[in-house]
């Protein structure tokens, strides 16, 4: 999954993205609201961390552009402690969740999974497919109760295609959204991967779960 962070304090950013990234996320960071606005508009982020106080353009005008574009990426604002008006603005500008600073990174990481959640319509931590269970919280992976070991990469290719389960993700849209810009990853890689993933999710049982949709990509579903 890929994370916008628009935030201008490099302490604090540097520490977010280093968490975020320790949980197997793909970090983009922008350090002003102008940068922030052309990142969202042409990286496609699968939620944005966007801080209100930002030099050039704040994060309220940043959610405000985004949102009058019909850019839906869900969004959670940082706020300084104290500042209601700005939770009450950012929540009818089309923030989706905000909190507060200081904060504990615990909290952001369970705010971001539940936003990561909610836009693929998941009530849970453990998105079930079949008798394949994923925790996104713990990254423990279990089919027919039984644990499957991944790699980090592995775990992500298939976090990503569980959060669009039922629908048909293109290896452009895998490389986009589980891999770094600096990573030599392109879309053949994509088909190896994948092929990983099959031999420790699919390969012992009888029913598969992980499906070629030829000329398209792939999919994650019970048929
Ligand atoms: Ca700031």
Redesign the pocket.
């Known amino acids: 999954m890929r994370i916008l962070l628009v935030?201008?304090?490099k302490d604090l950013s540097t520490i977010i993205r280093q968490g975020l990234e320790e949980e197997g996320y793909v970090v983009d960071v922008a350090h002003d609201g102008e940068e922030g606005l052309y990142m969202a508009e042409n990286f496609p982020a699968d939620a944005i961390i966007l801080?209100i106080?930002?030099p050039l353009l704040d994060g309220l005008s940043v959610l405000s552009a985004l949102r009058k574009k019909g850019n839906m990426t869900p969004v959670i604002l940082l706020t300084a402690r104290d500042a209601l008006l700005d939770k009450i603005k950012g929540l009818d500008t089309g923030a989706d969740d905000y909190l507060t600073k200081p904060f504990v990174f615990g909290e952001l990481l369970a705010r971001v999974r539940s936003l990561l959640r909610r836009k693929a319509a998941v009530k849970e931590a453990v998105i079930r497919i079949g008798d394949l269970e994923i925790n996104t919280a713990s990254h423990e992976v279990r089919r027919a109760g039984k644990v499957i070991t991944l790699s980090a990469r592995e775990y992500a290719l298939l976090e990503y295609l569980a959060y669009k389960k039922d629908n048909v993700v293109t290896r452009t849209e895998i490389v986009e959204h589980i891999y770094s810009e600096d990573s030599d990853m392109d879309s053949n890689v994509v088909d190896v991967y994948i092929n990983y993933l099959r031999n420790k999710i699919d390969k012992d049982f009888k029913k598969k779960l992980i499906h070629t949709v030829r000329g398209a990509g792939y999919i994650l579903k019970e048929e």
């Open positions: 935030e201008d304090e801080d106080m930002l």
